[in-house]
């Protein structure tokens, strides 16, 4: 160390006492004593979490190259088996810290214990010979297979909607299409001229949906005839679709969906990707009023009473008076919000792409509870189930969650060992949930259709979509739809799919 030449005396006797205490108390800073271990270093293995949510997870401790301290996670709820962690391990007596992902543990009589990244979760580590491996797939029934099955012609990132024996559904090909829910047959099809990646919504005699030209169309159900287009002004938003990782291809943005729109009382009310949310007459397709918000509106919005609330990718939740457009209120995520929030009873359900899972009072925007996915993103919204539960998927957790909307306990978690990222579907039985795959990633995702027991959350069948040589994404990112005894689903790979309902 190079000291100032001015430094006193003193100073340098100061200097050589602090040093000499701080080898003697055992504080590293990530940096190893000559030739002598770590207390800490080795495998340790435990569980962290809050009763409502308590998952087991391990550590390895030791030295890289340069005789750093480092932690390698091993987490299989979030599928990672040797996951060096960012930044180092610093000691500071038999307290260790890694400052990157919020873990801190002190050893005491062979035992770890502290609070770790969700929201300070408290720890508690122990000694183990040996961590956990990735497993391989395993041999799961394919269940019954599609009952019929169509070609769009190009890839399917919307839900269909159903209503009477048809299915309506757009591609990113700029069709839209009114189908056969009995054998998937064409009926008519509308040209909108842009990419379609919203759900529908459908009434008795026409049908509502946005398109990434910049309008929401209403169209005559029974023809497929435009009955007027309102135009959002966001035709010049850029979307980036996932696609393979190239060099100089530039950063995908994951931006793969549009909001649905929504009609109460005569007015629709729909997102759009400058940031906007618009209230429009439906039988007119005039403007009643615009709110102008932050960050993109990609997701549907809910209808509360008075209230209209919805997500941005600004990370902001708003709700605003559905007569006036007038803010009630907005909260700060601190995450984009890519899922569209849900009433469950009478909290409003909501995620972000940063973990965070959060029911709130619609009327006043209180934060009731919170939990974080262990650093999954939560791309799907929550479907209600019975009594207060909720199903939900994420991101790269991998799993399909039923929770409790009242405190927030999970009930059971399934890896369904690809992408949940749509909100699951339900019959009387069965959670249907879209599953996404992706290569190459950190990760092993796979994409399928998998069928869960309700109750038990056990995979009752998987159907696997081949993945195709030279693409990143296989699968499905449309959510499923469950309608007069069939499960509708669009492919990335352009086909509409129709299951029988179990």
Same mark, same amino acid.
């Given at each position: 160390m190079k000291l100032t030449a001015n430094l006193p005396l003193c100073s340098y006797r100061i200097l050589t006492l602090i040093a000499f205490l701080l080898i003697a108390s055992g504080t590293t800073f990530g940096q190893a004593k000559s030739g002598v271990p770590d207390p800490i270093e080795g495998k340790w293995y435990g569980v962290t979490g809050f009763p409502t949510d308590r998952v087991e997870l391990g550590f390895e401790f030791k030295r890289n190259e340069r005789q750093e301290l480092k932690a390698y996670l091993y987490a299989p709820v979030v599928n990672f088996y040797g996951l060096e962690l960012p930044g180092l391990l610093k000691r500071d007596g038999q307290k260790y810290v890694n400052d990157a992902y919020r873990l801190s543990v002190t050893l005491t009589d062979g035992v770890l214990a502290g609070t770790y990244f969700p929201l300070n979760a408290p720890i508690l580590l122990k000694r183990t010979d040996k961590l956990p491996v990735e497993v391989p797939l395993p041999d799961l029934p394919k269940g019954p297979g599609p009952k019929w099955q169509v070609k769009l012609g190009s890839g399917i990132y919307a839900p269909v909607a159903v209503r009477d024996g048809n299915v309506y559904v757009g591609t990113s090909g700029g069709l839209f299409h009114n189908v056969s829910l009995k054998d998937g047959s064409f009926i008519w099809t509308f040209a909108a001229g842009r990419a379609i990646h919203g759900e529908a919504f459908v009434t008795e005699t026409h049908v509502y949906f946005v398109c990434d030209n910049g309008f929401l169309f209403k169209l005559d159900r029974k023809t497929g005839k435009e009955v007027w287009r309102y135009d959002l002004d966001d035709s010049r938003v850029s979307r980036f679709l996932p696609h393979q990782v190239v060099d100089n291809s530039g950063d995908f943005d994951w931006d793969d969906h549009s909001p649905r729109p929504l009609l109460i009382d005569g007015v629709v009310y729909v997102g759009s990707g400058d940031g906007s949310m618009h209230a429009v007459n439906a039988a007119t397709g005039e403007r009643v009023w615009r709110f102008a918000g932050k $960050?993109? !509106?990609? %997701?549907? &919005?809910? $209808?509360?009473?008075p209230r209209v609330l919805f997500g941005t990718f600004d990370n902001i939740l708003y709700a605003i008076d559905r007569q006036t457009g007038n803010k009630v209120w907005e909260k700060d995520t601190r995450g984009p919000i890519t899922n569209s929030p849900a009433m469950i009873g009478d909290r409003l359900i909501v995620g972000n792409r940063n973990g965070l899972l959060a029911a709130l009072n619609p009327v006043t925007g209180e934060v009731l509870w919170r939990m974080l996915f262990w650093g999954s993103a939560i791309e799907s919204s929550a479907v209600a189930s019975d009594a207060d539960l909720f199903y939900i998927g994420a991101s790269d957790l991998r799993r399909v969650s039923l929770i409790d909307a009242k405190d927030g306990r999970v009930i059971w978690r399934t890896d369904v060992y690809g992408w949940p990222w749509a909100r699951p579907a339900l019959s009387d039985k069965v959670v249907y949930v879209s599953v996404a795959g992706g290569s190459p990633y950190q990760m092993r995702h796979v994409g399928s259709l998998t &069928?869960?027991?309700?109750?038990?959350?056990? !995979?009752?069948?998987r159907w696997p979509m081949p993945e195709w040589p030279g693409s990143f994404l296989n699968g499905f990112i449309a959510a499923?739809?469950? &309608?007069? $005894? %069939? *499960?509708? *689903?669009g492919g990335l790979d352009g086909t509409l799919y129709g299951f029988a309902v179990e």
């Open positions: $960050g993109k !509106i990609r %997701t549907d &919005a809910v $209808g509360d009473g &069928a869960l027991g309700r109750k038990s959350g056990k !995979i009752l069948w499923p739809v469950v &309608a007069d $005894g %069939t *499960v509708v *689903v």
